[in-house]
């Protein structure tokens, strides 16, 4: 089966915004830093402890994500949001409330002329999620 995933690039709280991430969703999270690597010898030093790898399966879906190395000049994350659709509105309520710990919330969660709950926010680690739940069309 083909997927789309998205591999989000932290400046150095991967694995702080994966933790988070796996509490907010739910699922199975993998996490290798640079020196757990079979290529560990080639991280430039003082990437050692940097997430490499990070990898969080959850129902209906996989993100990814990975610590950009130290001392690169970090661009935020821009351009993008990351969707999540729940068949049950609870779930999608629950989901937007877990996240908005710390967030910048753009939209509150409401209903909508596509769903019967909707929300927006930029997450505290700079991620952008719009969560939807029972989606109408």
């Not at 997927?3 to 699922?27: D, S």
């Not at 079979?38 to 402890?49: F, H, L």
């Not at 779930?91 to 753009?106: I, P």
Request: charged share 20%.
């Amino acid at each position: 089966m083909n997927q789309l995933n998205p591999y989000l690039i932290f400046n150095g709280n991967a694995a702080e915004a994966m933790r988070f991430y796996e509490r907010a969703l739910g699922g199975k999270l993998d996490l290798m830093t640079n020196a757990q690597s079979p290529a560990a010898e080639k991280a430039p030093p003082g990437n050692e402890n940097r997430i490499m790898h990070g990898r969080l399966a959850f129902d209906g879906g996989v993100i990814m994500g990975m610590d950009g190395m130290a001392g690169q000049p970090y661009q935020g994350m821009h351009g993008f949001t990351v969707a999540l659709a729940y068949d049950k509105v609870d779930d999608g309520k629950r989901v937007f409330d877990a996240l908005s710990e710390g967030a910048k919330v753009t939209m509150p969660w409401g209903k909508t002329f596509w769903a019967d709950g909707f929300g927006m926010l930029t997450d505290r680690f700079g991620t952008p999620w719009m969560v939807n739940g029972h989606m109408t069309m």
